[in-house]
């Protein structure tokens, strides 16, 4: 093992990620060490002066041969490597609006998968590079073709990189209206059904170069370091911003044994933001109290929902009817996603009112069958579409958006709701507290305060946006605010600032580093990122967590993983759900064909009727078609059994 963090590799770098795995030696050490001259008193840097004295040359002249070839390149290391970290935290000291500053979007989830940790930084990553004075890099999970399968709707799936990049640039140029210049690069990982959720595989750090290694944004930054081994992200980039999107706190006490599961994780959770981050930025105070943490809302929504709610209003103001459907939910179906709360509350609406309110249900998870019966096991008015984008023209003319989730951080869902001009009864919750400013967000701390609000927006008319209100959601309006103030309030703010543009303004005064942590907070926050690297590099350990067998170290190519469905969680996680996935999935294959059958079947029958032909020759096509599928079954057989022989 190597302890000396300042160790050249293979190809010449002082920071080489296999000699960081015992760095003791603090990342910053205050001011510049002066070179130091012969007699130079250093103080209390005296220890430092020796080693700035030595790795200038200035006591090897004793020193001959082999000997002192090896003692000056041991002190020439070590010297650039207090030159890289006092370089590293020049650059922390900049602001992040400078020009030239390059950020690195790092997050869990990618499209089609419609899920926040997918969509959001996305969407940051487009804004971000809007500014051509900035380069950005989005960098995205690979899956293998079997993972993709169980994750991504409509049997969507991806055979290159490239293809999947293509997917999400122009789902971002649509969404935005933006040239969306960013670079998009992929790291291994693979999907954990038992977690629902994608982990990465090998260290990820590597996907990034040195050379554009400044600002790292790390979406989820507890999930992408749970179990990560390798070069710390902290002494690879000059900046680190964690934001925080998901409350696992609450998705842990909800399971078996959920009181031990949440006060391990929480624990966790707070080692690994500390030792990885500069900083933590959480959506809302849903999330655990953090080291070095700030609250900011620092989301927004597209463009395409404001015009929908514009339009709107355009309607109500002629007096025309604008919307022609009653209430829904969109949200991946696991019933920590609100499925839950959901339920609960209808049923108490149900029993309280004997209204039996209909509610279309959009999404799609691994708890979806478990939630259509329980469903109707209460008799609830469900019906279940499967997963829809929430800008799909189909969902625009809902009036209501019912979210009763107690696990969000903040609910991006409600925020397009809103701001297309809908209803939303949620509950008072802080994930909601940003949004309860709006006349349209209908707030409820009890059963009967949720029938009462249901009841409200079912039998009236959201209030429309107003000219005033849509001009202060630009981007021109949300930039003249944001100069007038030093400080961006939370909460304190005359309206809900929801766009894109806005939060890309206020996300680089939030997550910049207000002042280099003392000395002994680094020491510690060494000795602990020791100790992370020490117990994941255990093979043994991370099975037994649940990081999957094989995931340590990088493979040769971010293509080359294939997952294994051996691998079913760990200690504390829920093994029937890993296998209910794969059941799942290995039912669909060997019902596609067919389905694929049934559906060439049907072509020909819409083909013969469109010809004219009668029920009669429509069943003779039909049998026909279905011989020569067998004939060619049967030839197939016979030419591989020959091939055998």
């Not at 999947?164 to 969306?180: D, M, P």
């Not at 209808?346 to 329980?374: F, I, K, N, R």
């Not at 305060?449 to 409200?456: D, G, N, T, Y």
């Not at 969680?569 to 290995?586: E, N, V």
């Amino acid at each position: 093992m190597q302890v000396v963090p300042w160790q050249r590799n293979s190809s010449g770098q002082p920071d080489s990620p296999s000699a960081a795995n015992w760095d003791l030696v603090p990342r910053f050490f205050g001011e510049e060490l002066p070179h130091p001259t012969n007699g130079t008193n250093m103080g209390s840097s005296s220890s430092l002066a020796v080693f700035a004295r030595e790795a200038n040359g200035q006591e090897l002249a004793a020193a001959d041969g082999a000997d002192a070839d090896a003692q000056a390149n041991g002190y020439q290391q070590m010297s650039d490597y207090l030159d890289l970290l006092h370089s590293r935290k020049r650059a922390q000291q900049k602001s992040l609006r400078d020009p030239g500053r390059s950020v690195a979007i790092v997050t869990t989830a990618s499209l089609p998968w419609m899920t926040g940790t997918a969509v959001n930084p996305l969407l940051r990553a487009a804004y971000l590079a809007n500014n051509e004075d900035r380069q950005v890099t989005l960098l995205l999970p690979w899956l293998s073709k079997p993972d993709q399968e169980r994750v991504f709707p409509n049997s969507v799936t991806f055979d290159s990189p490239a293809d999947q990049e293509a997917f999400v640039r122009e789902w971002a140029q649509k969404r935005t209206g933006l040239a969306c210049s960013f670079k998009v690069r992929f790291y291994p990982g693979r999907y954990a059904p038992e977690k629902g959720s994608i982990l990465p595989v090998g260290d990820i750090t590597q996907y990034i170069p040195d050379a554009e290694a400044d600002v790292a944004v790390l979406e989820e930054p507890e999930h992408l370091n749970w179990y990560h081994h390798g070069r710390r992200w902290t002494d690879k980039f000059a900046h680190v911003v964690g934001v925080m999107h998901t409350n696992y706190l609450d998705y842990a006490r909800r399971e078996e044994r959920g009181a031990i599961k949440e006060a391990l994780l929480r624990h966790i959770n707070a080692w690994v933001c500390r030792i990885y981050c500069h900083k933590v930025i959480k959506l809302s105070d849903a999330v655990q109290p953090l080291p070095r943490q700030e609250t900011m809302f620092v989301h927004g929504v597209s463009p395409n929902f404001l015009r929908v709610g514009q339009e709107k209003a355009a309607a109500a103001a002629e007096g025309q009817h604008t919307w022609g459907k009653g209430a829904y939910f969109l949200g991946k179906v696991l019933w920590a996603k609100g499925y839950t709360e959901l339920l609960q509350r209808l049923q108490e609406h149900s029993s309280a009112t004997g209204q039996h309110v209909p509610v279309d249900v959009y999404g799609a998870g691994p708890d979806l069958q478990e939630v259509q019966q329980e469903a109707a096991s209460r008799r609830l008015n469900l019906q279940f579409n499967g997963p829809r984008d929430h800008a799909d023209a189909s969902l625009q003319d809902y009036k209501v958006f019912i979210n009763p989730s107690l696990s969000d951080v903040v609910a991006t869902t409600t925020a397009e709701a809103l701001a297309m001009g809908k209803f939303v009864v949620c509950a008072e919750h802080p994930s909601n507290k940003f949004f309860a400013q709006f006349p349209n967000c209908l707030v409820y701390r009890t059963p009967e305060e949720f029938s009462r609000c249901l009841q409200h927006a079912m039998q009236h008319e959201p209030q429309p946006l107003s000219p005033e209100q849509l001009r202060k959601l630009t981007w021109e309006d949300a930039t003249e605010r944001f100069l007038q103030k030093d400080v961006v309030a939370l909460w304190g703010v005359d309206v809900c600032k929801l766009t894109w543009e806005d939060a890309t303004e206020r996300f680089p005064q939030v997550a910049e580093l207000k002042q280099t942590p003392p000395l002994h907070e680094q020491l510690l926050d060494s000795f602990l990122a020791a100790a992370h690297q020490s117990l994941t590099s255990m093979e043994g350990l991370r099975v037994i967590a649940g990081a999957g067998a094989n995931t340590r170290d990088s493979p040769a190519s971010v293509t080359d993983y294939m997952p294994s469905e051996s691998d079913i969680g760990g200690l504390f996680d829920d093994h029937s759900r890993a296998k209910q996935t794969y059941s799942r999935t290995k039912a669909a294959k060997a019902a596609a064909p067919q389905a694929q059958q049934q559906q060439q079947q049907q072509q020909q029958q819409q083909v013969v009727l469109a010809r004219g032909g009668s029920a009669a020759s429509v069943a003779a096509a039909v049998a026909a078609a279905a011989e020569e599928e067998a004939a060619a079954a049967a030839a197939t057989a016979g030419g591989r059994a020959a091939r055998q022989q």
